[in-house]
């Protein structure tokens, strides 16, 4: 019965972190407003050169996480 008990509390404890996870990132579609209420997180691209793939993770006014991918330019500089 213990290990029962056990079992449902890790399952329970698992399926609340798995509800505030982001889903898998998706494409950036700029026809689709985002719904931003708070930056978590953004792909550092300050020293890649030319256009780089970029992440965004944000929270909803909801309260749900979302991941977007979109392309950004690198902001590079070369010393001659």
Known sequence: ??????????????????????????????????DIAKVVSVTDTATACGVVPATMEYVDHQGQTHRVTYEVMGNCTTDL
């Open 1 to 34: 019965m213990k290990t029962l008990i056990s079992l449902f509390l890790t399952l329970a404890a698992t399926s609340a972190l798995a509800a505030n996870e982001p889903a898998a990132a998706t494409p950036y579609n700029p026809a689709q407003p985002l």
